[in-house]
């Protein structure tokens, strides 16, 4: 069955650019959505088709997928930034998958 | 916007069913695809399956032999049902939207119900 990985965790600075990989063999050719959920509450869908970005999200969130990896960039990382982050893979021959998920800490 | 609401089936007694509902705010049940994910205590999230309006529907194949998931367009509700539970379905559950089929994503989540087994 179709995998993808994610680093457990991810430090940043205030200010400063954060990424978050998540891969997978031959990723580029399917499609990513990313989710950040914070303590207590449900994931929030803040990339999806790769790159897109849905209204109400800030502009410093952004995606990329090619090859065999997706990325989620915070640039300008705040502290309301922190939480878990989920990257989501589908296509319709191995349906829907999810990372095992990154804390993002904001030191 | 549509709201999703999950049932509360709080307890379930080990081996038994467990059932829960979502309830979807307005005709949206119409549209769309429909979808459960879980998340045990303390990990991440697992997709469980999902649903369209006329009841195609496709499950995780990791817990397939066990999962149902159907949808009442009537009562605006879709349903999952998971037999033969064990603590390692202990977890909390959500139903969410999927948007454009095509892409496969959730923009619409509810707030989660929390199934023990025990």
């Known amino acids: 069955s179709y995998e993808v990985t994610q680093p457990p965790s991810v430090s940043v600075s205030p200010g400063q650019p954060a990424s978050i990989t998540c891969s997978g063999k031959?990723?580029?050719?399917?499609?990513v959505s990313w989710y950040q959920q914070k303590p207590g509450q449900s994931p929030l869908l803040v990339v999806y088709?790769?790159?897109k970005r849905p209204s109400g999200i800030p502009e410093r969130f952004s995606g990329s997928n090619s090859g065999d990896a997706a990325t989620l960039t915070i640039s300008g990382t705040q502290a309301m930034d922190e939480a878990d982050y989920y990257c989501?893979?589908?296509?319709?021959?191995?349906?829907?998958?999810f990372g095992g998920g990154t804390k993002l800490t904001v030191l | 916007q549509v709201q999703l609401q999950e049932s509360d089936p709080g307890l379930v007694m080990p081996s038994e069913t467990l059932s829960l509902t979502c309830s979807v705010s307005?005709?949206?049940?119409?549209?769309?695809?429909w979808t459960w994910i879980r998340q045990p205590p303390g990990k991440g999230l697992e997709w469980i399956g999902f649903?369209?309006?006329?009841?195609?529907?496709n499950y995780n194949p990791s817990l397939k032999n066990r999962v149902t998931i159907s949808v009442d367009t009537s009562k605006g509700q879709f349903s999952l049902r998971l037999t033969s539970v064990t603590a390692a379905d202990t977890a909390v559950y959500f139903c969410?939207?999927?948007?454009?089929?095509?892409?496969?994503?959730?923009?619409?989540w509810g707030k989660g119900t929390t199934v023990t087994v025990s």
């Open positions: 088709r790769d790159t």
């Open positions: 031959k990723l580029g050719e399917k499609y």
């Open positions: 649903i369209n309006y006329s009841g195609y529907a």
């Open positions: 307005g005709d949206f049940i119409r549209t769309d695809y």
């Open positions: 989501q893979a589908w296509d319709s021959s191995t349906i829907v998958v």
């Open positions: 969410a939207k999927v948007s454009e089929y095509f892409y496969f994503y959730m923009d619409v």
